[in-house]
Structure formats: structure tokens, C-alpha cells
């Protein structure tokens, strides 16, 4: 779940751990775009180009599809559709009311050291001291913006690729158990609250607002 769209009840987790352990009993999940185009809001933190070389090779299995470097991010909570669970005045008010929110935040600096995988991607890990954790408490708290699930069992992650099918998912974990660390870093001094498209796999971010961190 570094999705920018609300996750499926499959892959929420209470820990990093929870599929891993358990990866060779696993049915991956192709994930397929909704139907309709939408005006979806989340908030996240781009992480640069600070993955870009950790999807090397992802693209040799079939069972993927993997992430542009401009999608890695790590969200900080859903919001969800303008329109549908979030008036128009609403995301006006979550706008607002996140200057707030995030107002006396440190930046800090994260770690991304390994793969791992939930039913439906394959993502990240992120070393941050809790620091994500931090912000989707301060997120959820926003008046306005609902608290899901994956909030209550939240694991920060970034997502590198997608499952489309599981044609070869046991060749792909040959070589994540092979090739597991990573050495992919990143400093967060800013949230953005953006708007994507969840009828596009991989869709661009239409900047609301973005809030710097101290």
C-alpha cells in the first residue's frame, strides 16, 4: 500500500512482516484502476528519485508492472473522492486546517533497507523512527478526512510495482529473497495533499497544496 487510492482488505497489515513471513502461501492480486475517472485526494510525500535504481530488474516478470520513478511516494493517508465521501467545500477545509496540522513538524530523513511485498505490489520498507506514523496521526485527526482501516494498521511503504498477474511470482521471489537489502535514502521536508486519477495505474499528481516541514 504506497497507493494513492484506498487499499484492499487483503493487504492491510499491522506490521512490515505480516506477508513476508507468509509469501510462499500467497496469491498475488492483480490490481486493476477503477472504472471512472474521479478526483481522488490523498496525502503523501514524494520521495524523489531516491528508488529510481531499487526497480532495476522488476520489469523481467511478467506477474508486474512497475512504478515511473515520478509515482514513488509513501502516503500519509487517503482521503478519497471529491464528489462521492469528500464534498468540494470539504477538501477547501482539509486544505486549510493541514497548514495546522503539520505546522510544527520536523523534517526528517528515511531509509528505505528492503523489499517486501503486500498481495497486491511490491514496495519498500521505510526506516523512520515513526515519523510517518506521526504525520497520518496528525492527518486523521483533520476534521473532514475519514479514518480507514490502513489507518488503524498503518505501515509506511513505498510502491515499486504492481501485481498484474502471478505467471512467474515464484521466480520473482527467488530473487527478492536473493537481492532483499536496499541502500535507498531520502530526507521529507514537506507533505503535499494531491489529486490523482484512479481510473490511470500510475497516475500524475495534481498538486492541492503542499505544507514545508520545519
Partial sequence: ????????????????????????DLTPEPVTPADESARHLVFLADVGGALTESCTGLDQFDCLTVAPPDYHHVTVTVVGNVGDSISESAEERIRDAARDAFVDIDAFDVSFPRYNLFPTVVYAEVDDSGAFAALNDRACAIDDVPVHDRDDAFVPHATLAQF??????????????ANRSLEARATIDEVELVAVDPSVRFPDFETVERYSLQ
Fill in 164 to 177: 498484474t498477474e502471478d505467471s512467474d511470482y515464484d521466480e520473482l521471489l527467488d530473487v527478492l529473497e
Fill in 1 to 24: 500500500m504506497g497507493e494513492a487510492t484506498t487499499p484492499r482488505v487483503s493487504d492491510l497489515a499491522t506490521s512490515s512482516a505480516a506477508f513476508w513471513n507468509r509469501r510462499r
